[in-house]
């Protein structure tokens, strides 16, 4: 009989911490599955958010936000996404099909960019707090450590896995690295503020971009010998050309000074067409029969037709998207 008093009386403060218990047992970490494929992401470093996008209809599928100081992200498997920060110290790794983080590495502060090896054994973290490249196994494992150039920035592989050509961006020189015997073997002279590039392996080309020093803007892609460093020619791109593609029809060369898309010819180097795109763009990449765009300051992803050079679609994302990158 003095059981309904006690319910009318304790019930509404039980509900709510019921609630809140389920709550957080489901995990702070959690969040939306990613169930179609390929998957294509952007990294959104303003409000530390992915957004996740849908190649057919484009656009945002999903969109997780992230209690993490986010630089950027890489797929270390078709279900596997590990993201890291410049002023984190650790790295996490999400399975997407269940939105559920699986693993924490200890990475330590300054990982500015990191690279997954072409043998899928190694994750390379450019380590600016240490001027370094850390090599970790896919366990989490630091595997070794080599000593470049002031404030690395971007890092390039070589296709058979052998050599990393290391971008320095507060330095003169380019660090390459020998991966079987991990150190430093040769250093490239390159202009100051250098950033982005591609390697040509099967033409032994290294195309560099940058921002330039001071006062000076770079206006020049900067096409270097891989091997002996020498600088082979120049190609005009202005302003601030720093990032680059490749697909069966040319080489195609972002410029954010300009917000400008360039396609060049892949022999010669010649100019083919260009475009305006977005504000501040900052990275490209193909995907499927597309190049995708991070347009920095306009908070969206540009897909264009590589053929006609042309706009497909634009896909309003996270802010400030500074990466752009597939499962496929």
Not at 208 to 233: C, F, K, P, Q, W
Request: aromatic share 10%.
């Amino acid at each position: 009989m003095r059981l309904a008093p006690f319910l009318r009386t304790f019930l509404p403060l039980f509900v709510p911490l019921t609630l809140a218990f389920v709550l957080t047992g489901c995990g702070k970490n959690d969040f939306q599955p990613i169930e179609q494929q390929p998957i294509i992401v952007s990294v959104n470093v303003k409000d530390h958010s992915l957004s996740f996008l849908d190649p057919v209809r484009n656009k945002v599928s999903a969109a997780w936000q992230l209690d993490f100081p986010l630089s950027g992200a890489l797929f270390l498997a078709q279900d596997q996404l590990l993201v890291y920060g410049k002023q984190a110290d650790k790295a996490l790794i999400y399975q997407l099909s269940t939105g559920k983080q699986i693993e924490t590495w200890d990475v330590g502060k300054g990982a500015a960019n990191a690279l997954l090896s072409h043998s899928k054994q190694f994750v390379y973290f450019v380590d600016q707090h240490h001027k370094s490249i850390r090599a970790f196994r896919l366990d989490g494992t630091l595997q070794y450590e080599v000593a470049v150039g002031k404030q690395p920035l971007h890092m390039y592989e070589a296709k058979d896995g052998s050599k990393l050509y290391v971008i320095n961006f507060d330095d003169t020189t380019m660090s390459i690295i020998d991966t079987r015997l991990q150190k430093v073997v040769q250093t490239f002279g390159i202009n100051e503020s250098s950033a982005g590039g591609l390697l040509l392996d099967d033409r032994r080309e290294l195309w560099v971009g940058g921002h330039g020093s001071g006062a000076e803007v770079e206006s020049d892609i900067h096409v270097y010998n891989m091997d002996t460093g020498s600088l082979i020619r120049r190609i005009p791109a202005p302003y601030m050309p720093v990032s680059f593609a490749q697909t069966d029809t040319g080489i195609f060369a972002l410029s954010h000074g300009s917000s400008t898309l360039r396609k060049f010819a892949r022999n010669t180097g010649a100019e083919l067409g260009t475009i305006k795109i977005g504000a501040n763009p900052f990275e490209m990449k193909e995907i499927g029969r597309n190049l995708y765009i991070a347009s920095y300051d306009s908070n969206e992803i540009y897909v264009i037709d590589p053929n006609s050079l042309t706009v497909s679609s634009i896909i309003p994302v996270g802010q400030g998207p500074f990466q752009i990158m597939s499962n496929s």
